[in-house]
C-alpha cells in the first residue's frame, strides 16, 4: 500500500535552534518527493521538489534530503524563527499507470520565543 | 499571491443546501485538483481535471461532483451538505498532467461551514 509518513506529529523548538523533520515512504515506483510549507488556515507552498536522482536541495534555511534507497527524506531547518510555525507536508508522487500522489498527514511545527 | 484564485473565501450554508466553489488555475496551468482539509487533519484528495478532462479520483463522496471548463477554471459542487462537511477546500493547480515535477500551487482555499 502506498503510504508517507511523517515524524514527529508535532514540534517545539526556540528561536534560533535547528530541527529535522522526517518522512518515509512506501510509495512505488518513486517519481518524486516534495515538501510544503503551511501556515494556518493558508494553502500550501512549495519548499523543494527532488526526483529520484537527487539527494539534497536546499531553499534557504531549508534543506531537503532524500534516500531512495531507504525510502527517507528529511527537511532540515536551520536558525528557525518565529515565522516557521507552521505544518510541513512531505508528499510523494508515483507512476503507477498513471501518477499518483500521497499526501504525508505533515509535522506541525511551534517555534518559541 | 500564488496565482491560484478561489471564490468564495468563506462560505456559511445550512445543512441539505448545495454550494459550488470556484477555482481559476494559474496562468498557463492545465492541470487542476481539489483537496479537502478538515480541522486539524492533512489534505484528502478529492479530485483532477487536466485540459477539461477528468484525470484522477480521490475519496470524492458521490454528493461532490466537479467540472473543469474550456478556459480552464473550475468548479467544485457540494450538495446535501452534512456538518461533516465543514471543512477547508483547497484548489490547486500544475502545468503538467499530474506527475508533481513542476509541484502544485495552492490557492488560499474556501472555508465552508455548515451549520
Known amino acids: 500500500k502506498n503510504q508517507v509518513e511523517q515524524s514527529p506529529q508535532s514540534l517545539i523548538i526556540l528561536e534560533g535552534k535547528n530541527c529535522t523533520l522526517q518522512c518515509n515512504y512506501t510509495v512505488s515506483p518513486f517519481s518524486n518527493l516534495r515538501w510544503y510549507k503551511q501556515d494556518t488556515g493558508r494553502g500550501p507552498v512549495s519548499l523543494t521538489i527532488m526526483t529520484f536522482s537527487e539527494n539534497t536541495k536546499s531553499n534557504g534555511r531549508y534543506t531537503a534530503t532524500l534516500d531512495a534507497d531507504t525510502k527517507q527524506s528529511s527537511l532540515h531547518i536551520t536558525a528557525s524563527q518565529l515565522s516557521d510555525s507552521a505544518s510541513y507536508i512531505c508528499v510523494v508522487s508515483a507512476f503507477t499507470g498513471g501518477f499518483k500522489t500521497i499526501f504525508g498527514a505533515g509535522t506541525r511545527l511551534f517555534v518559541k520565543a | 499571491d500564488s496565482g491560484v484564485t478561489q471564490t468564495p473565501k468563506h462560505l456559511i450554508t445550512a445543512t441539505g443546501q448545495r454550494v459550488t466553489l470556484r477555482c481559476s488555475p494559474r496562468s498557463g496551468d492545465l492541470s487542476v485538483y481539489w483537496y479537502q482539509q478538515s480541522l486539524d487533519q492533512g489534505l484528502q484528495f478529492l479530485i483532477q481535471y487536466y485540459n477539461g478532462e477528468e484525470r484522477a479520483k480521490g475519496n470524492i463522496l458521490e454528493r461532490f461532483s466537479a467540472q473543469q471548463f474550456p478556459d480552464l477554471h473550475s468548479e467544485l459542487n457540494l450538495s446535501s451538505l452534512e456538518l461533516g462537511d465543514s471543512a477547508l477546500y483547497f484548489c490547486?493547480?500544475?502545468?503538467?498532467?499530474?506527475?508533481?515535477?513542476?509541484?502544485?500551487?495552492f490557492g488560499s482555499g474556501t472555508r465552508l461551514t455548515v451549520v
Open positions: 490547486a493547480s500544475s502545468v503538467d498532467d499530474g506527475t508533481g515535477i513542476y509541484g502544485y500551487t
